[in-house]
């Protein structure tokens, strides 16, 4: 089965700083999810990649699929205290109605 | 702008009774999906839903689960006889046929005491 490993588990950046969050498959990649999820809420979606080398960006949240090494990056600039939550990670098998299969996550938290 | 929705927000139930937890899914989407989060873990698969039956299932999803549309709007998820490790939040979401983006809803928190 599918495993997903994000880094860092937790990340405490400055208002204003840049930051990555990395998440990495044990398997190929072919549908890779993005979301953010508040402390006892429920997902929201940010973003999907399905090609290598693909990248997508939504407001100043950029994120990158690298097949090769089987991973996906998601950078935040100028990071600013909305953007505090549990980023997690999730892959799919490829076809439409998959199964998705989650990473642990990332929590994130921004000081003002 | 379209959203999953799920009822109740929270539910508290005793062990061994049956609950029924309810989710409407994007109007347009064919995929319907349950997935549920225990306190501090990893949120998990448990089924999926086309066209009428489960297409997909994880070991989590024994016997005494079930899911149903039983009408146009409405999907659901039974647990038939809960247990403690029942506990946990209890996501619904959807996706669409040309799209694979799944929506998630705002799940719902079983308690089982």
């Known amino acids: 089965s599918q495993e997903l490993e994000q880094s860092p588990q937790s990340l405490i950046v400055q208002e204003g700083k840049n930051l990555t969050i990395n998440c990495t498959s044990s398997k190929t990649l072919y549908g890779l999810y993005w979301y953010k999820q508040k402390y006892g809420e429920g997902l929201i979606f940010l973003m999907m990649?399905?090609?290598?080398?693909e990248e997508k960006s939504h407001e100043k949240i950029t994120a990158k699929l690298d097949e090769k090494k089987q991973q996906s990056s998601l950078h935040i600039t100028a990071s600013q205290p909305s953007h505090a939550g549990i980023y997690l990670c999730?892959?799919?098998?490829?076809?439409?109605?998959?199964?998705?299969?989650f990473g642990g996550g990332t929590r994130l938290m921004v000081k003002p | 702008e379209p959203e999953v929705t799920q009822t109740p927000s929270h539910q508290v139930t005793q062990m061994g009774q049956e609950v029924i937890l309810r989710c409407v899914p994007i109007?347009?989407?064919?995929?319907f999906y349950w997935y549920r989060q225990i306190l501090g873990q990893k949120v998990e698969f448990l089924v999926s839903?086309?066209?009428?039956?489960?297409?997909?299932k994880s070991e989590i999803f024994d016997d005494q689960f079930s899911v149903e549309r039983p009408d146009g709007s409405n999907f659901t998820l039974k647990i038939r006889s809960t247990k403690l490790e029942d506990s946990a939040m209890y996501f619904c979401?959807?996706?669409?046929?040309?799209?694979?983006?799944?929506?998630f809803g705002p799940g719902t928190r079983l308690t089982v005491t």
């Open positions: 109007s347009n989407h064919l995929y």
């Open positions: 999730g892959a799919d098998k490829g076809n439409a109605g998959n199964m998705l299969t």
């Open positions: 990649l399905q090609k290598g080398g």
């Open positions: 839903f086309y066209n009428n039956e489960i297409s997909e």
């Open positions: 979401a959807s996706s669409g046929d040309r799209t694979y983006e799944q929506y």
